[in-house]
């Protein structure tokens, strides 16, 4: 099993930057893929970005060119920093975590992943 507790996010103006963290618990966070939802107030959660073992990634088309996930497996940590923060980012933001077998792989179904944080909410103001 693996905890996660995300942290970092807050209420930035428009065009501003923010970085997210998720800390995981436990020895094996290497073994884990890793990817990071939102879910605005009345939408359905959704696909940030994901990050494979070995740090292949992936980012939804609302991000692209302006989020970068990055893991630090010696920290049990992975990173989102967002730039260019638009209003429509607001939401709160998780980080999701799937043992895999693959070093490469990572998955952008939300119902691939066994273990979520508690979310950390972010606010961009216009």
């Known amino acids: 099993h693996v905890q996660l507790v995300e942290s970092g996010g807050g209420v930035v103006q428009a065009g501003g930057s923010l970085r997210l963290s998720c800390l995981a618990t436990?020895?094996?966070?290497?073994?884990?893929?890793m990817g990071w939802f939102r879910q605005a107030a009345g939408k359905e959660r959704e696909l940030v970005g994901a990050?494979?073992?070995?740090?292949?990634?992936y980012y939804a088309d609302s991000v692209k060119g302006r989020a970068t996930i990055s893991r630090d497996n010696a920290k049990n940590t992975v990173y989102l920093q967002m730039n260019s923060l638009k209003p429509e980012d607001t939401a709160v933001y998780y980080c999701?975590?799937?043992?895999?077998?693959?070093?490469?792989?990572?998955?952008?179904?939300?119902?691939?992943?066994?273990?979520w944080g508690q979310g950390t909410p972010v606010t961009v103001s216009s």
């Open positions: 436990g020895r094996t966070f290497s073994m884990y893929a």
């Open positions: 990050i494979s073992r070995s740090s292949s990634t």
């Open positions: 999701a975590a799937e043992r895999s077998t693959y070093n490469s792989a990572y998955y952008v179904n939300p119902n691939t992943y066994d273990y």
